[in-house]
Structures are given as structure tokens and as C-alpha cells.
């Protein structure tokens, strides 16, 4: 029985080979490199086993990076969505967003017109307008906490969602970082300048 032998260079250090053809891993006597030796149809050559597996990681960093820019754009889209639902919008057109101005201010200005009604209702002597002063006062002042609220669970709302997205913006950049840096990872030829 012969053993067909053939030359294959070694992809990691290039150095020339022989190696019975029937043989599919070879073990580099040179550089100790773990390779497959392909049988194309035009050539034969060697690849190394380290790339198979990187070339994998590889395929898992992308799709690590591609998940986390989906769960990033839903993060936004969604905050997006809860921002415009519970702001109101003004004249002009532009989103204003739950705040503590507008409670007060409205709550300075109820509780004003309301002493005013109850002051002109005692001296005029008209018990009903003194009594929807009072009545005023109190509604204004469950008005204006109520608003403050709102206000403050929108602003606890808001540092949330910011908190997630660092946290989500931060794994993306290391996912990112770790596709760039894979194809200095290949161990390959050195190539030649
Ligand atoms: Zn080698």
C-alpha cells in the first residue's frame, strides 16, 4: 500500500509541509500549530484550527453587538414614546415635559385669586363667594401637589431610564471593541513588508 504524500504550507508559520493526503489534522513540527488540511478540488492547503474558533467568537460578538443596538433603540423608542404620552404640548407646538414650574405657578396664582374671592366675600358680607375662596384654596393646594407629583415620579422616570442606557451604551462599546479587535486576534502568516 502507498501513502500519497503531499506538500502543504502551514498557515500559521509557512513552513512546508509533507503529509500523507489521507491525513485531515496535522500538528505543525514547526510552530506547533493545530491544522485542517483542506482538499479543495484546485489546491490543497492548510488552515488553522485557532481561526475556526475565532471566526466563531467573531460571529458571536456581532450578533452580541446587534442585540444590544436593537434592546438600545427600544429603550429610546419606548422612553421616547412614555416622554410624549405624559407631556403636555404648548401653542407652538414643542412638548413640555411634567415639571415643577407649572404646579407652582399655577398654585400661586389659584391660591391669590382664591384669598382674593374669600377677603371680598367676608367684606361684602356674601358667605357663599367667602366659602368658594376656601373651597378654592384647598383645590388649588391638591392641584399643585398633585402636579409636583407628577413631576417628581417623570424626573425618577427619566434617571432610570438614562441609568439603562449608559449601562447598555457601555456593554455596546465593549461588544464593539471586541469585533474590532478580532482580526488582530487571527493568528495568520506575518505577513511580509
Ligand atoms: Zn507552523
Redesign the pocket.
Known amino acids: 500500500m502507498s501513502i500519497k504524500v503531499t506538500k502543504v504550507a502551514?498557515q500559521?508559520?509557512g513552513?512546508n509541509l509533507t503529509i500523507d493526503e489521507s491525513i485531515r489534522f496535522v500538528t505543525?513540527g514547526?510552530?506547533s500549530?493545530q491544522l485542517e488540511i483542506v482538499h479543495d478540488p484546485s489546491a490543497v492547503y492548510s488552515k488553522t484550527l485557532d481561526d475556526v474558533v475565532k471566526r466563531q467568537d467573531a460571529v458571536e460578538d456581532e450578533l452580541r453587538v446587534l442585540r444590544l443596538e436593537k434592546s438600545l433603540q427600544r429603550i429610546e423608542q419606548e422612553w421616547e414614546n412614555f416622554r410624549i404620552r405624559v407631556s403636555s404640548k404648548s401653542e407652538n407646538g414643542t412638548i413640555v415635559e411634567p415639571g415643577k414650574a407649572g404646579p407652582i405657578l399655577f398654585g400661586i396664582f389659584a391660591t391669590i385669586l382664591c384669598v382674593f374671592l374669600f377677603g371680598f366675600g367676608l367684606s361684602e358680607r356674601i358667605w357663599l363667594i367667602a366659602i368658594l375662596g376656601v373651597a378654592g384654596i384647598a383645590l388649588s393646594y391638591l392641584i399643585t401637589q398633585h402636579g409636583l407629583r407628577r413631576a417628581k415620579e417623570f424626573a425618577h422616570m427619566r434617571t432610570r431610564y438614562l441609568q439603562k442606557r449608559t449601562k447598555l451604551k457601555g456593554e455596546l462599546a465593549s461588544a464593539e471593541r471586541a469585533l474590532r479587535f478580532q482580526p488582530m486576534k487571527r493568528s495568520g502568516k506575518p505577513s511580509k513588508r
Open positions: 502551514c500559521s508559520c513552513a505543525c514547526y510552530c500549530a
